[in-house]
């Protein structure tokens, strides 16, 4: 149930300008830190903390460590209270509003790490990955606990407030730093090969953080659909679906692939399925036919399977994929096109008078992703601003 005394806690902590943290000791803040620094990567360790800080604010006699009810038993011998419920009403919708990259879907407890039978005493099994977010999750909670009884209240609203500053500086620097505008540049340079030598370094580039990489040219091909669609007479009529989150599967979205386009009654007209770095095989195309044969889908007219790997397709594969997608079509009337993503894009980009607006669109994408989904890491999107001034590109924060 939502707890409109909870809203209202963390909205006062946000707004505040106070920065006098008497209570919380250097040792305290490290801690909060090493939480607020791994945040991307363990968003739900975060976000079970503040649920843990709020409880105890409202509610200072509950021990915030007995994150479930029936760890009232005897066993643990303390009243336990559902975290999971209260994430869920109250903490993780605040973070929507607030902090979105960082927001969980629902809540901290559907993750398998928090989400154990078990408090989060010193002890707590719950695998965490990081080591030492792990150890600072558990000491805060410990000394919370341990503190004067009188003052636990304070001390977890004090953990709550500097908790929140720390995230406003780190949220606001990280926006900051991937927010940028094309302002003007040398466009009448910005020729399609430049363009495409753009991304193939831009896909090829060396990340200190590989998760999300492979989401990169699905925000390419969307952004490429988005740009070129209102200039062909095949999509007259066509909607492009939304980009889907890149998390989420083909069977909880009941999608056929990674971007798809729609006929007017919202059958499928086309689909999108993109790899990274991987070569297509015959044993990728049966697939996809077994995905497509599966779905009983029958206005679908062509389904596109593209990569960024070099070669694109297995070269010991190549007659045989020849062979299977001929035979597909003849039989099922759907066109199976395996294919490069960077030739895809030089093909299409053929097709319009301003290519640079497929930059501007593919710019804009990464930032809106990177701002609502934790997939894109700010190393992605810096790479990208510096390719933008190789360009030649003037541009702005």
Known sequence: MKDPRAQKILDDVYNSNDSNFSLLTEEDKKLINIIVENIDSLKAIATALITSLVKKVLDPSQDVRYHKIDFGNPEFDKKGYSARSFDTDNITPWMKDHFRRWAMKESAWLTRSIEQPYPFTLNFPGHIKNKNVKNAFLRILDKLENYDKNKQKDLAYEYLKYMISRMKEKYNQQMTNVSYNIIGGKKRQLTIQRIIDALDKYFNAKFEQK???????VIAIYSLLQTVMPYIERYKDKKLGELKPHTASDKTSFSLGDIEIFNQ??????????????????????????????????????????????????????????????????????????????????????????????????????????????????????????ILKELGLQITN
Not at 211 to 217: L, Q, S, T, V
């Open 211 to 217: 998760e999300g990489e492979a989401y990169i040219p």
């Open 265 to 386: 009654d919202n059958t499928r007209f086309e689909v999108f399925e993109i790899k990274h770095k991987i070569k297509i095989t015959k044993n990728t195309i049966n697939d996809i036919k077994a995905k497509i044969q599966n779905s009983y889908e029958r206005n679908l007219e062509r389904y596109y399977i593209l990569t960024t790997a070099d070669p694109d397709i297995d070269p010991s594969d190549y007659e045989e994929i020849k062979k299977i997608c001929s035979d597909f079509l003849k039989e099922n009337g759907i066109e199976i096109i395996p294919n490069s993503v960077i030739i895809t894009i030089k093909y299409f980009l053929r097709l319009i008078k301003n290519p640079e607006n497929f930059i501007e669109n593919f710019t804009y994408n990464l930032e809106r992703t990177f701002k609502e989904d934790k997939t894109l890491k700010e190393d992605h999107l810096l790479k990208w601003k510096e």
